[in-house]
């Protein structure tokens, strides 16, 4: 019987042969270039993140100065009970010194629910800056070229206080309501001398007395630092600290580059200004009843690679182009003065 003889064919293992040195480079080609193409999205959200948080700290803060000062103008003036169109002293040829902590010039100067001090133009600096404020740099009251200052005088809006609470050395108001008392305000920092009588009064009694309202003066600017040295301008405002019964100066908003002011002078008396001036004369300020107010506003901090073409606009001042590196927004808002307008409408 002859044998039959298979050969079986036995298949050879596979084995695995890895990445070629080509392969690799091109591997870690696409890889770097993977890491870097993230790394420039990230790196450029950051900065467009960044651009957006000062864009809208600037923003922010120019809105909020614009409301600081649309709110305090909007209480000029305001006196509590006493209306200031009889019984105060003469309108001044000149402008009164708004710093003096006298009581006397304070009480004289009631008729002036604002008064200003003009800087020209955007490079202009303001002559004899009143309330020790200097057109020099270095100093906490150093004045920006191209800023106007303006004082606003008015009574707390506060609860009135009684009068045997009040503090020797701070300045009150303390209007009459009694037909008859020999006056019809009074403004002191002496609490015995405040004795003027509520409505009801006879003409034998002498208390109740009316309640006392603290007397505020606000000195607004701008200042070339928020710290001196820092280079950030900021509003500040110079104010009767009731404390220490000494004028102080309180930062307000950074960022606030330059502030124009516009007066509109009510001309025949119907509590509508029929004309806005940067100057007004000295017995025309009685007839303010409004305010036109202009702000420029720029970030903190410069911006790499930018440069800012615009022109803003500050009003009757004219126009800045600042062509430096950093972003910028104007604004400007009409302020009606409500006590001073609403004392001389038409009925």
Known sequence: MKQTSHNQIVPQASFQRGLSLIELMISITIGLLILVALSTLFVNQSKTRSELDKSNRMIDNGRYALELLSGD???AGF???FTPTSGVPAIPATLPNP???SAADISAALQLAVQGYDAAGPASTISSPPCSLVNSAGSALSLKPGSDIF??????TSTPIVQGVALSGVHYIQ??????DSAQYIVDTTPANFT??????????TTPYADLRNMLVHVYFVSPDN??????PTLKRRELDPTTHVFVTTPLVEGIEYMQVEYGL?????GTADSYEETPAATDWPNVVALKVNLLARNTEATKGYTDTKTYSLGLAGTVAPNDDYKRHSYNQFVRLTNPAGRREMP
């Open 227 to 232: 710290n001196v040295g820092d280079g950030i």
């Open 79 to 81: 006196y509590g009970e």
């Open 266 to 270: 009510d001309t025949n008396s119907d």
């Open 99 to 101: 710093c003096s902590t």
């Open 73 to 75: 103008l909007r209480v």
């Open 175 to 180: 209007a009459s309501l009694c037909e008859y």
């Open 151 to 156: 004082v606003i005088r008015r009574a707390s």
């Open 196 to 205: 003027l009588r509520i409505k009801g009064c006879t003409a034998t009694s």
